[in-house]
């Protein structure tokens, strides 16, 4: 049996994302053995994913007989290149993608790294075009033709890990998440925006990964509501259970991460907050998707600026996120 290994060395918004070619590669390579390599945080979103047959962890020994391995990270690192080489593949792949990720003094061996790899993928397309899109070139070097292409997850198959069998406690929720874990993500007023639409039978979960700092800015945006039942779960889930309460959820409001993506690949309503770095790169791509952004002269930086203007990207007025919000709750 032939065997392909797929290499992901990033996190899990951009493994929400890439869900969306599993269901062409698995059809296309029938037959195959297919394993998934990522870090061990982002392995139970793959939990019951019928379109691979193993799922491992980079921290893992994952050499073997492959006879194909992709490195399907666009903006490619020198940890995703040498994870790649060292999975001793007959045959490797990737795309040439951009330095982004790439210390200035490390691109040299960045682009010898391009020079060993099989097949290289060049797209005819702006970096920042919707990463969703750039797939459908990896899947075309694959002899596979793809258009519109969708992340998904699997909520039919998972057994209920977070509801009670019965129990709908949860339902019609609304979740946020208030920090992507990176300080420039951080917001402190989705709670006010969100204050004036929460009656007391509405719930709202904060979510995220954990960490002090994290769980302090969601619980002051559940502060600034007065009414409803407020829990911060921030930090007390598995990455299953979150997925299981944003499925369950009538509304998700956050900022730019992957429980976005989550909401997104789950088909829920969702507002997300993002800066300037690529615009358009990451969000939108799903119709249920609504977007509050505050351009500035300098969107489109890849970050590369100060710290003030990282910050004032993000400081988007009350007023624009509560008209987002009345648009979602008045036809959910």
Not at 205 to 224: K, P, S, T
Request: glycine letters at 8%; charged letters at 25%; hydrophobic letters at 40%.
């Amino acid at each position: 049996m032939k065997k392909l290994l797929l290499i992901r060395s990033d996190s899990l918004g951009d493994h929400v994302l890439f869900t969306s070619v599993l269901p062409h590669i698995r059809e296309a390579f029938s037959g195959w053995e297919i394993t998934l390599a990522c870090i061990e945080s982002v392995k139970p979103l793959y939990d019951h994913c019928p379109f691979v047959d193993d799922v491992i962890a980079l921290n893992r020994d994952y050499r073997k007989d492959y006879d194909l391995a992709i490195n399907s990270v666009y903006s490619r690192t020198l940890l995703s290149d040498s994870l790649t080489f060292e999975a001793g593949a007959k045959e490797t792949m990737a795309f040439r993608g951009d330095s982004q990720n790439i210390p200035p003094d490390k691109i040299g061996q960045w682009a010898n790294n391009n020079a060993n790899y099989s097949t290289l993928i060049d797209i005819p397309l702006d970096h920042n075009c919707r990463e969703v899109d750039k797939y459908i070139y990896l899947l075309n070097e694959l002899g596979i033709v793809a258009k519109d292409l969708k992340p998904q997850l699997w909520p039919h198959l998972w057994p209920d890990l977070y509801l009670e069998p019965g129990s709908d406690s949860d339902r019609d929720s609304i979740v946020i998440f208030c920090s992507g874990g990176w300080i420039y993500k951080n917001v402190l007023n989705i709670g006010r925006a969100l204050n004036p639409f929460i009656t007391d039978n509405t719930k709202i979960i904060a979510l995220g990964q954990g960490g002090f700092y994290e769980c302090f800015i969601n619980q002051v945006n559940l502060d600034a509501i007065t009414g409803g039942e407020k829990v911060n779960l921030c930090g007390e889930t598995t990455l299953r259970e979150a997925m299981q309460i944003i499925h369950h959820s009538r509304l998700v409001i956050g900022v730019d991460t992957g429980l976005g993506h989550i909401a997104c690949a789950l088909d829920k309503d969702n507002i997300i907050l993002v800066g300037g770095g690529h615009p358009g790169r990451f969000f939108p791509y799903h119709p249920k998707t609504l977007l509050i952004r505050k351009e500035m002269a300098c969107y489109g930086c890849d970050w590369k600026c100060t710290m003030e203007k990282k910050i004032a990207c993000m400081a988007i007025p009350d007023a624009t996120i509560k008209e987002k919000i009345a648009l979602k709750l008045m036809v959910s």
